[in-house]
């Protein structure tokens, strides 16, 4: 009887052809808004070889990019670069020196 390892990709992230996590989703999301303009510009009367053309430059250009993407920044890349564009870059402290050395009791507070 054969035995067959069932549990094997469990922790793992996704992965297709090489594409991994997020880019999975940019590249099918790329492809499936491409296949929509072409079909939008198809039944508007636009020339089939125009949309052809545009159909397949748009989908190469996805593909290219999104596997340019996967290589250059990895399988977390795009939400590092989103975390350093909200981390600010050094921090404005505008109150004088004073102000942060001032000592103030509790029992004058209550």
Not at 63 to 88: C, D, Y
Not at 94 to 103: D, M, Q, S
Request: net charge positive; with cysteine.
């Amino acid at each position: 009887m054969n035995s067959y390892n069932i549990n094997r990709g469990i922790g793992r992230t996704v992965e297709f052809k090489g594409l991994k996590a997020q880019y999975l989703f940019i590249f099918a999301g790329g492809l499936l808004g491409t296949l929509i303009l072409v079909m939008i510009l198809y039944m508007a009367g636009v020339n089939s070889y125009i949309c052809l053309l545009l159909g397949a430059g748009g989908a190469s250009l996805i593909v290219w990019q999104t596997f340019s993407l996967n290589h250059k920044h990895g399988e977390h890349g795009l939400m590092k670069i989103g975390a350093r564009k909200r981390h600010p870059r050094y921090i404005i402290c505008r109150k004088p020196i004073n102000r942060y050395l001032k000592f103030t009791s509790k029992q004058n507070a209550v």
